[in-house]
């Protein structure tokens, strides 16, 4: 019988000994896997301030559009670009609005500034 004890003794030192790491693990792993969301938010950092150039560039074209045309007195077909710019304005406002979500997400956890979005 007292091998027995000796036995359970030992386990239970055993795990005594272990479960203190076993429990930190997950902890380090976050602390590792920081700069992997950091890489994540960066990559969608790059493709909403991608977007959002793309956005200003057709904005851009569609207002010098009307502009050019309201010039030549074509007043009316001008007028119609102003559906396509209130979209783009949309789509902007709404790439600011991820942005701003996925700011809070990360909520101080990358060092990386977030981009400016620049209005129109």
């Known amino acids: 019988m007292g091998t027995a004890r000796r036995r359970v ?3 239970a030192a055993l795990v005594a000994l272990t479960l203190p ?3 930190a693990a997950p902890a380090g792993a976050e602390a590792h896997g ?3 969301i950091c890489a994540r938010v960066q990559a969608q950092y790059a493709r909403l301030a991608a ?3 793309k956005a200003k560039n ?3 074209k569609a207002s010098n559009l009307r502009t050019q045309l309201t010039r030549n007195g074509r007043a009316r077909l001008g007028q119609r670009l102003d559906a396509r710019l209130a979209y783009l304005q949309s789509v902007h406002a709404e ?5 701003a979500l996925l700011v809070a997400r990360v909520n101080g956890r990358c060092a ?3 981009p400016t979005l620049d209005g129109f």
Do not use: D, G, I
């Not at 790439?95 to 942005?99: D, E, K, P, S, T």
């Open 9 to 11: 003794a030992a386990a």
């Open 21 to 23: 790491v076993a429990l």
């Open 34 to 36: 920081a700069p992997a």
């Open 51 to 53: 977007a959002n150039t």
């Open 58 to 60: 057709a904005y851009e």
């Open 95 to 99: 790439l600011v609005a991820r942005l």
């Open 112 to 114: 990386a500034p977030p």
